[in-house]
């Protein structure tokens, strides 16, 4: 890909435009859709970029010419909105505690690491998926109640189960309206670009949130 860049602006008379490559890596976590983010793949790919880069320097059409690279990124940003891949490129989590080792030197022998968790997704997954309120202790009222109304304002009849009198209104818990709210939404829009994310308060899970004769549709439905 390089050297594609490098054969182009010599077409156009560019031959000494220094090249570095700003940003590279491999997510170490992400949805259940995503295939391929796990900790063994970006462990793997980011230890074999820092052995390519501290050998011998350049690309076939540059060879010995030392080119900057940048690795994204030092640490999940775990507040990112988005899929979940977006919150897991890093090398370190948010509280400083390596997600898995590497030695960017380079230096290090592939065999002295230790071993890595085994890779569970490389292939598509086939399951049915489901967006569901993820809770956790800090999220208030406030937080749950806005993005409720930001799906239920939409006005696409996303949350009229969930009104009084409706197959999911009971049991009247804000937290489980939410799930139905998150997932029906998720699942109208998702092959638009939609995340199950909703300001950090969804989770994709594999796990049927259905219940009596609320029946929450899924990603096969």
Known sequence: MLDSVI????????????LALAETGWPNGGD????????????????NLARRMAGKPGTPARPGVDMPV????????????????????????????????VDLSGKRPLES???????????????????VFSGGKNVTQTEL???????????????????????????????VHASWAFNLYWQQSRKSGTACYFNGLAAQ???DPSYGSCRFPSSLN
């Open 32 to 47: 259940l859709d995503q295939i391929g983010a796990n900790v063994y793949n970006a462990a793997v790919y980011n230890r």
């Open 70 to 101: 940048f690795v994204f990124s030092l640490y999940n940003e775990n507040r990112k909105p988005g899929q979940a891949t977006e919150r897991h490129w890093g090398m370190y989590y948010p509280n400083k505690k390596p997600v898995y080792q």
């Open 145 to 175: 109640n806005g993005a409720m109304q930001d799906v239920c304002g939409q006005g696409n009849g996303t949350c009229n189960a969930i009104q009084p009198g409706g197959k999911c209104y009971k049991p009247n818990s804000l937290e």
């Open 113 to 131: 690491y230790p071993p890595l968790p085994l890779a569970n997704n490389n292939s598509p997954y086939k399951g049915p998926i489901w967006c």
């Open 205 to 207: 899970t594999a796990k």
């Open 7 to 18: 054969f182009a602006m010599r077409k156009l008379s560019f031959n000494d435009v220094k």
